[in-house]
């Protein structure tokens, strides 16, 4: 899947706004996958509608 994405770091930490449309069951582990240390890595994932996908070192 291509997910296209803006990564930012408007108050140093790094966010990516997700511009791909991402199905509800599938966000939590696209986000997990992007945020990810040995890929994007950021530190949180945002989805286009501003929704809050997936935060590090978040409660499960």
């Known amino acids: 899947m291509e997910v296209k994405f803006i990564k930012a ?3 140093e ?3 990516l706004l997700i ?3 991402v199905a ?3 966000q939590l582990a ?3 996958r992007l945020i990810a240390y040995g890929s994007v890595y950021a530190e949180q ?3 286009r509608k501003r929704k809050i996908l997936r935060q590090k070192n978040a409660c499960k």
């Open 24 to 26: 509800r069951e599938k």
């Open 13 to 15: 930490n790094m966010t």
């Open 19 to 21: 511009e791909t449309p």
């Open 9 to 11: 770091s408007p108050t």
């Open 45 to 47: 994932a945002i989805s």
């Open 30 to 32: 696209v986000a997990e």
